[in-house]
């Protein structure tokens, strides 16, 4: 049985990440401080090096805590089936609770680690759905699985860099049908 954590404990971490989350919209990873993210929580440096050993933990724990979601949202996914719409939604509304963080994660050439967090889990994801077909050749998987996860990856950071004219839900829809029609589901909404 998983043991709840304490309260204080729970808002003091909420507090030194989010500390942190506002100084990383202000400058860059490096010029970040255990004394600016201990003043930003209102906290002592000491309360910060209790709960994490430096700067890329609490990111780690962010990154880590958006891939779990993001699996949440996408473990449900069966290529082709009418939850697929879902799983989308799933993935929409978590970039829609974690707007401004995704925004700073997701700038071009912003956050190399997460990207790659993202898209193992949603190779891992992808790669699952697609093994089910037992007539389909593990090469042919593995390069599906490689072309969705990148695909849909770029697409979003995508978005995120544009001008986003486009609301988030109707580009999310617009990538449903691309990565589970294709070209012609896409372009023809056949």
Wanted: hydrophobic share 40%.
């Amino acid at each position: 049985m998983e043991k709840k954590q304490d309260r204080r404990v729970v808002r003091t971490r909420k507090a030194i990440r989010n500390s942190f989350i506002k100084l990383l919209s202000e400058k860059e990873i490096d010029k970040i401080t255990i004394k600016e993210i201990a003043d930003g929580a209102d906290v002592d440096r000491k309360t910060v090096y209790n709960y994490y050993n430096g700067i890329y933990e609490i990111l780690d724990e962010i990154e880590n805590e958006l891939v779990f979601r993001l699996h949440k949202a996408a473990e449900t996914f069966v290529y082709g089936s009418t939850e697929t719409k879902e799983v989308f939604t799933g993935i929409r509304l978590l970039i829609e609770e974690n707007f401004e963080l995704a925004a700073l994660l997701m700038k071009i050439n912003g956050n190399s680690r997460l990207t790659a967090k993202i898209v193992v889990e949603l190779q891992s994801c992808i790669r699952q759905v697609l093994g089910k077909n037992s007539f389909v050749s593990l090469e042919k998987i593995d390069l599906a699985t490689e072309y969705i996860a990148a695909g849909m990856f770029a697409a979003y950071q995508y978005w995120f860099n544009s001008d986003r004219k486009q609301s988030l839900a109707d580009f999310t829809d617009d990538l449903s049908r691309l990565v589970t029609g294709g070209l012609p589901r896409y372009f023809f909404n056949l």
